[in-house]
């Protein structure tokens, strides 16, 4: 096994180190088991050291599939590195594996409605009456900023961690566009609804402008952090903290929220219904196909919860 350039290969997919460490350490156990040189091992091997994982060693279907995983990885780097002629673990899959989905899954509809009810609630009608007067100014900018990211998550369906690599020339309020970056998916353009506009707009010319005034340094990033209450600066990790008081606050407004996985778990299923397979890929942003198609379920599940409440017998 070729360690040193096989974790190469791993860190070219920008894998967590934690992940280079488990697949490199799967793969020489199964050359282990295997007792084969990696020219040697064939499509059989591989599944009959699934079969052994399975019965011997008694590893759930999960773990089976991040071993397989692993094992891919490896013969895909021999492959591209002309070192053997095929690739033994292609087009195998563990079934049996989907993760399973959160159970309230919103419709557009509802989505919206969350969004309108934040607007409202913490926005046009919030009272900061219990805010010091020197906090006051604080609350409201960090409150404006959440809005138009929640937008985002709303009618976007974008990851919360993609919030941080949106710079301001990538959005577009001309073509009612904005520019999303992903390292393994590369950049994707998503529309803007109508709605969103007047946000922005806000956003860029009264919002973002105050909250510069807060950074010790110039930033092209579109949405900034600030300072916690009694602070003059803001530290350049500090938007990352948030989403947890954001989640805390659409509680407030829907009960059967969860976190924002659940928020973009709805907005595929729905993309899922009217825009297709390969077009939600895109929209969603996932490197495989096979990652949107983990969102299939839903569609079902949803489709069965209809049935049965129509049609109960």
Known sequence: MKNTEFTIYLESKNLSASSINYYTMYVEWFFKWAKKEDIQVTKPDILKYLEYLKNRKRVQNITQKNYLTALNHYFTFLYQNGQTIENPCQFLKIRGTNKKQLHKLYTMEELELLFDNYYQYFVRGYDDSHIPKNQQKHSELNRQRNTVILSLLVYQGIRTNEINTIETDDLDLIKASI????????????????????????????????????????????????????????????????FKPLV??????????????????????????????????????????VSTENYLPNDIDNLIDDINKLHPF
């Open 179 to 242: 520019k999303i970056r992903n390292k393994k998916a590369g950049e994707r353009v998503l529309p803007l609804k109508a709605s969103q506009i007047g946000l922005f707009i806000n956003y860029v010319q009264n919002i973002r402008p105050q909250i510069v005034e807060y950074q010790t340094r110039e930033n092209e990033k579109l949405f900034l952090p600030l300072p916690k209450s009694g602070r003059r600066t803001a530290g350049k990790d500090m938007l990352k903290h948030i």
């Open 248 to 289: 805390g606050q659409v509680k407030t407004i829907d009960k059967q929220f969860l976190n924002f996985q659940q928020v973009r778990a709805s907005v595929i299923t729905f993309w899922l219904k009217t825009q297709g397979l390969r077009k939600t890929q895109y929209l969603a942003g996932h490197s495989t196909i």
